[in-house]
């Protein structure tokens, strides 16, 4: 039997691939776009994703990156990301996947594999390679499984565990190998920011999300900065402002969405917002509604691998 190539596995993803990246599998995205988009503002979890077509340049934490066709990115913490598809059309959509890492399955594929180390000690967040081609096959079956509903619940589990286990037997071994560590700074921090993201409309406790982490409050402070290029206050607003945005186009008012992420003052939430989306909260309400009617491209460009 014939080893699939790149371009089978481009075929699978032009033909699954939605403006949203939505799918009914678990930690999957698949999306395109068919013009360049905006800047867009996210956070990234740990995570696995790859350029089918076009080009996406992006800045993660403080770390520019071109991520163009045949190459795939690795994430090990949450992180914030801005990015831009830069190359894209209708007749050459940009496209590409966007996979969920689970910490706990890293963790329990090396202890299953004691012989299997990857050298640690990264202290980047994020690496950028070649789509390595041992990942087309089971990356076609999990796509591919979106035409076989029925088998989604069984199947995408054990291709997603397969896909983490090659992963590791590729460059993206060691930073992936580092959520496996329970005592790593990127672990103890992902525990932190798991509670913002959870918690974000809250109050911050510092020495709460310290003690989570395991660490002083004066450590913390610093391994969150060198984790995520924020301070905890700073990733709780940035936090806020996606989940605002997410919200405005079925918002009946401003005030309720700024209200319900945690904000306080409404005029400082027109302030931070305007800051980092470059548009009053009213004008890309009325830009998302539109968009959203007439055409859902845009919606699903800015923020994904």
Avoid at 2 to 20: G, T
Avoid at 166 to 189: C, I, Y
Wanted: with cysteine; aromatic share 8%.
């Amino acid at each position: 039997m014939m080893k699939p190539e790149f371009s089978d596995l481009l075929n699978v993803m032009e033909r699954h691939a939605r403006y949203d990246y939505v799918t009914p599998i678990d930690g999957l995205k698949v999306g395109r776009a068919d013009q360049p988009s905006e800047v867009g503002h996210s956070i990234y979890q740990p995570s696995f994703g790859l350029v089918g077509r076009g080009v996406k340049e992006m800045m993660i934490a403080e770390t520019p990156f071109r991520y163009a066709a045949g190459e795939s990115l690795l994430c090990a913490a949450d992180v914030p990301v801005t990015s831009q598809v830069t190359e894209a059309s209708r007749s050459a959509p940009y496209l590409a996947i966007h996979l969920d890492i689970d910490p706990a399955v890293v963790a329990d594929l090396l202890r299953e594999q004691s012989g299997l180390r990857p050298k640690t000690g990264d202290t980047a967040m994020a690496r950028k390679y070649i789509l390595d081609p041992d990942l087309y096959d089971p990356l076609i079956r999990l796509v591919s499984l979106l035409e076989q509903p029925r088998d989604i619940p069984v199947m995408a589990p054990l291709i997603r565990r397969e896909i983490t286990w090659k992963l590791l037997h590729t460059q993206h071994g060691p930073l992936l190998s580092q959520l496996a560590f329970a005592n790593g700074h990127a672990t103890r921090v992902g525990r932190a920011t798991t509670w913002i993201r959870e918690n974000y409309a809250g109050t911050l406790n510092i020495p709460h999300l310290a003690s989570l982490a395991n660490m002083s409050v004066p450590s913390f402070h610093r391994h969150f900065k060198a984790v995520t290029s924020m301070s905890p206050l700073q990733f709780q607003k940035r936090v806020r402002l996606q989940e605002a945005r997410r919200g405005l186009s079925s918002a009946s008012t401003i005030s309720a969405v700024a209200y319900e992420v945690g904000y306080e003052s409404l005029s400082q939430f027109n302030r931070d917002y305007r800051r980092l989306f470059d548009l009053t909260p009213s004008d890309d309400a009325a830009t998302l509604r539109a968009t959203l009617s007439h055409d859902p491209g845009p919606m699903g460009q800015s923020a994904l691998a």
